[in-house]
């Protein structure tokens, strides 16, 4: 397929944010979805191209027109407008657009040259982050509550509404899309090898249970394993690597070992124990890649940030290039400052503790926004997807709520997207006991892996 150029036509007022709609443009041609597509900025001397006019009126026949929403596609990370939902129709699906205005009537997404919304500004929102920089208010751990987030808001969040949107308008500048199977890609936290370990309070743990399940039946097996693995040496419920590694996946894995322990937060397992080093070994047969888990007081700690890393490099065998914040505790600019200073190459913190979904609007892999210096990290964002305890928590510790979300989220995500799964090893426990089999279900998830791969 030969390769659609598309010229790009900006009024003077909008050059002075190339490098924003510049990045936008990167995203969408190397996306797996769009067909062969090349945004010029420079009007060819010859060829077949088609002109895109953004902001204004077109000017020339022939031309195709997106308008532009200025207070978006300028906005600072400290002041921002309020951000509204714009819904379209393509085809048989609804797309969905980010608006600084409150006109969010239903539309047509592209007709008579025309697109329903400005897709340039909203790819870039979701992309940039821009909305994370200056919440208003933050969660018990100083994140913006999820609950505040534009796309869920809007009930978007089970929806890649950025990939959809890429296939759009690849079917607008090329008359089709890459349909590509969803990929699944799996990872695992090593945040400890023991659910009966330090700082374990028996009580405590049973009132938690009791409080996140609504029933005290399975307290009795809690203290029989508590009393077995304290007293009688037996392995801890939650060193179940033997089995959880060697479930098979076909997509990428990685595991991420942590190293600090600076705040109480902290109770990763000393890397040279014999057990530790098994577990890396196992890793390494099975194909995982290593990667590093920051404690939870490093997201604006440089310093302390770089000595757990050279920590777990010692023990990994290189300074590891994947990351991954404990808690998810990302800061804006922070974190993303400290990962480029320290030539990363992935992060994967972006997603839900307590939901499933699109955080960022996309699976795939995309750069966030160095908003100081106007350009893209050199770093890419795998975004988390499905987390375990974001699943839980989702459902309510409810089994068919868990299950419902679980099949629906997958089933309509079965293309043109990437799940990226965490499953923490310590997790598995308590979920059993009550009754929710996660270890079947991640099993299961990956076992779906398999078929849309084969499909």
Known sequence: MSTTVIYVHLPEA??????????????????PCTNKISFVLERPAEGIFTTLYYGGSPSESGGLHVPCDRAIISASPEQQPTYHAVTARWEHQMVYGVSSGTNTTPTDFFGQN??????????????SRIEEYAPTTVDDIGLMP???????RNG????????????????????????????????????????FGEGFNLLRYLGGTAWRYRKITFWPQIVADYAAVKWKNLNDPADNFDVLLR???????????????????????PLCSARMLQIRLLAQEMGYRFGFHP???????????????REVGLFTGEPPSHSRQHYLRFAFPETADILEKNGIN????????????????TGFSFHLYHFAEERPYSWTEEPLILMDIGLLRAGRYHLPTIMRLSNDFIGQNTHNTRLLLNFHNSY????????????????QLLQKEVKLLRD
């Open 14 to 31: 909008l050059r002075a944010f190339l490098p924003r709609i510049r990045y936008v443009f990167d995203f969408i041609t190397a996306h």
């Open 114 to 127: 025309t697109f329903g919304f400005d897709w340039i500004s909203t790819l870039f929102f979701h992309l």
């Open 146 to 152: 999820s609950a505040q987030l534009w796309i869920v």
């Open 156 to 195: 978007l969040e089970k929806i890649p509404v950025a990939d959809r949107l890429v296939c759009a308008l690849s079917a607008v500048f090329t008359g089709t899309f890459r349909e590509v199977p969803t990929e699944v890609w799996t990872s695992h936290d090593l945040d400890t090898l023991r659910v």
């Open 247 to 269: 479930l098979k996946t076909t997509g990428t894995k990685t595991l991420y070992f942590g190293g600090g322990r600076h705040r109480p937060q902290d109770i990763f397992p």
């Open 295 to 309: 404690g939870f007081s490093t997201w604006k700690n440089a310093e302390t940030w770089e000595q757990e890393w």
């Open 346 to 361: 992935t992060d994967s913190s972006l997603g839900f503790r307590d939901n499933i979904g699109f955080r960022c609007g």
């Open 428 to 443: 598995f426990y308590e979920p059993e006991l009550a009754k929710i089999p996660l270890l079947q279900l991640y099993s």
